[in-house]
Structures are given as C-alpha cells and as structure tokens.
C-alpha cells in the first residue's frame, strides 16, 4: 500500500531555531497537505500544496511541493513553544480520501 | 460554528466487550472519515462517507469494525470483541469536496483492559 515517510521522526529544538521537516512518497501526488495535532486534539491543517515546485507560507510556515511530486517539505521558521506538536503530511488517495504519514513530533525547550 | 464533535470523549471497556464511538460532523460536510491513531503513530483510515454513496470500508482491520451514517449526518462507530490492540485514539473528520480540508474532532481515546 501507499507510504508516506518523514523525517525527521522527532525533534529537540531551542526557541528561535528553524525547523525543517519532509515527507516522501513512493508514489507521486498532485496535492500535498501538512496538519499539526497539538496534545490532546485533532489535526489542524496548516497548508494546502496543488502543483509540483510550489512554495506557499503561512506566516512563519513555509512549504514546498517537491519538483518530483514525490516530495513535500515543510519549514518553520524562529520557532516558539506554541509550535510543539506533530506534524503530519497528507496526500490524497482517492477522491476524497487521505493517507497521512508518519509524522514528526516537535519539542521546542524555552 | 460548531466544530466537529466526538463521544465519548475516553472510554475504558473490558476485552471482549463491544462500543460505539460517535461523530458530529460540520453542518453541511458531506464527507466523513473515521481514521484510527496508536500511540506515537501516524493516522490509519479506517472508512470514509461522501453523500449517498456506498461507504469505503477498505480500511476497516476486521469485521469486528462496522461504521454507519445515518441521515448524511450522524456516525457511529462501533467495534464489537475489543481486543487489546483496538486501544488507540479514534478520530472524525468532516469536509466538504471539492475542498480537500479535513476538519477534526478531538477524537476518542479507547482503552481496552
């Protein structure tokens, strides 16, 4: 079945780094979506990919639809404390329908 | 508006035991998606409602995983036996194609003893 991979699989950061994060297919995507779950929640979509090479941000979010189509990375930018959680990258199935990945779970230390 | 809701919000059950897990959708979503998380893994899909269509249930573990939706609305989830490995967070998520954005709840987190 489809995979996704990301990496890395957690992550130890100071407040006020940059966080880089992906995720890798072994089959291509024409969308790529990245949620974050906070502790206790569901996931929350953070941004929305719809075509090969395309960099989007949200504030300090950032993220790219890899040129293969089999690639998304997603990079925070000065993170604060508010940004731990995990990060899920998600692409569509069929229709409707998603898989998401692994997930990568931020710890950011004050 | 509201968000989507989920009940319980914990349930502990003894092995062998059957429940039923609920979801509220978003008002007007016309699709609907069950997805189950372990403890530190990703999200695995579990069945999936659009409209009046017939539901896609490949991802259901086994038979002893059923879902209904009644009245486009409404869904439950019901897992007869639990076993052990069925301990886990289950969560619903709504949204209305052709949006592709996912709205969730807060899920269910179920401990089987």
């Known amino acids: 079945g489809q995979q996704l991979n990301q990496s890395p699989q957690s992550m130890f950061i100071q407040e006020g780094e940059d966080v880089s994060m992906n995720c890798t297919s072994s089959?291509?995507?024409?969308?790529w979506l990245w949620y974050k779950q906070d502790p206790g929640e569901g996931p929350v979509l953070l941004i929305a990919?719809?075509?090969?090479?395309e960099l989007t941000s949200n504030g300090r979010l950032t993220a790219q639809f890899g040129i293969t189509r089999k690639d998304s990375f997603l990079n925070i930018s000065a993170s604060i404390p508010s940004d731990v959680g995990i990060y899920f990258c998600?692409?569509?199935?069929?229709?409707?329908?998603?898989?998401f990945g692994t997930g990568t779970s931020l710890t950011v230390i004050p | 508006g509201a968000g989507v809701s989920q009940s319980p919000s914990n349930k502990v059950t003894e092995k062998g035991k059957d429940v039923e897990l609920r979801c509220d959708p978003i008002?007007?979503?016309?699709?609907l998606y069950w997805y189950r998380q372990s403890l530190g893994q990703g999200l695995e899909f579990l069945i999936y409602?659009?409209?009046?269509?017939?539901?896609?249930k490949s991802g259901l573990p086994s038979d002893r995983f059923s879902a209904e939706r009644t009245g486009g609305s409404v869904s439950t989830l019901t897992i007869q036996r639990t076993q052990q490995e069925d301990s886990a967070v289950y969560l619903c998520?709504?949204?209305?194609?052709?949006?592709?954005?996912?709205?969730f709840g807060p899920g269910t987190r179920l401990t089987v003893l």
């Open positions: 998520a709504s949204s209305r194609p052709p949006s592709y954005t996912q709205y």
């Open positions: 409602f659009q409209g009046n269509s017939a539901p896609d």
């Open positions: 008002s007007g979503h016309t699709a």
């Open positions: 990919l719809y075509k090969a090479g």
């Open positions: 089959s291509i995507f024409n969308t």
């Open positions: 998600a692409g569509p199935r069929t229709g409707n329908q998603f898989y």
